[in-house]
């Protein structure tokens, strides 16, 4: 089972400041999902990326896809308290065989906007 | 649209006990998935199921039980409920491969508390 790193685990911050959480991973993935999960909600897609290298804009959101396909990172602009909640990244689990839409999430980064 | 749909929202069972959460969408997706969720642990798998009448194990299916006899509802069966069990309980959806990257459709969650 490919196992992802999230970073940082927790994130504090300002309304109006930048910020980025990254996922990485050893090994090469076929794709990334990112999702956001407000507090007593279930997560929701903001974004799948595919082609190494590919960027991708969600409003102030900035999602970018590493060139070997083994990171990616979600950048955010001018940090809205909005934007407080756990962001999850996930891939398809590829255990031999057809993944039946299985994910493999990483363990989140909690984010706090303070207004 | 209602999406996918959980009950309860929260439980409180004694050591022991038994239950079943309920979960149902009107989305006519063919997959189906129970994931529970631990403080800092992202989200772990526990049954799925490809389609009426299949259904198959995930990464922590012990003390779990599942069945699938319509399209729409997947409920997920805890037989002698453990501290251990106390998390919480998200069940998702997709279409059938083809129709997306493996997105994922989550519902709002059951947050369960042995005791």
């Known amino acids: 089972t490919q196992l992802l790193e999230q970073s940082p685990q927790f994130l504090s911050i300002q309304e109006g400041e930048n910020l980025t959480v990254y996922c990485n991973s050893s090994?090469?993935?076929?794709?990334l999902q990112w999702y956001r999960q407000e507090p007593g909600e279930g997560p929701v897609l903001l974004v799948t990326v595919v082609t190494g290298g590919e960027v991708k804009k969600l409003k102030r959101l900035t999602f970018q896809f590493g060139d070997a396909r083994k990171d990616s990172s979600l950048h955010i602009t001018a940090a809205q308290p909005g934007d407080t909640g756990l962001y999850l990244c996930a891939t398809p689990r590829r255990a031999g065989g057809t993944s039946y839409g299985k994910l493999t999430f990483g363990q989140g980064t909690i984010l706090t906007v303070h207004p | 649209n209602a999406g996918v749909t959980q009950t309860p929202k929260f439980r409180i069972l004694k050591i022991g006990q038994s239950m079943t959460l309920q979960c149902a969408q009107d989305?006519?997706?063919?997959?189906m998935y129970w994931y529970r969720q631990d403080p800092g642990m992202g989200l772990k798998l526990i049954y799925y199921?490809?389609?009426?009448?299949?259904?198959d194990k995930g990464e922590v299916p012990n003390g779990y039980n599942v069945s699938r006899s319509t399209t729409e509802d997947f409920p997920l069966r805890l037989e002698l409920a453990a501290p251990s069990q106390t998390s919480v309980y998200f069940c998702?959806?997709?279409?059938?491969?083809?129709?997306?990257?493996?997105?994922?459709?989550f519902g709002p969650g059951t947050r369960l508390t042995v005791t």
């Open positions: 090994s090469v993935f076929s794709s």
């Open positions: 998702a959806s997709r279409p059938t491969a083809g129709t997306g990257i493996y997105e994922q459709y």
């Open positions: 199921s490809v389609g009426a009448g299949i259904t």
């Open positions: 989305m006519n997706h063919n997959y």
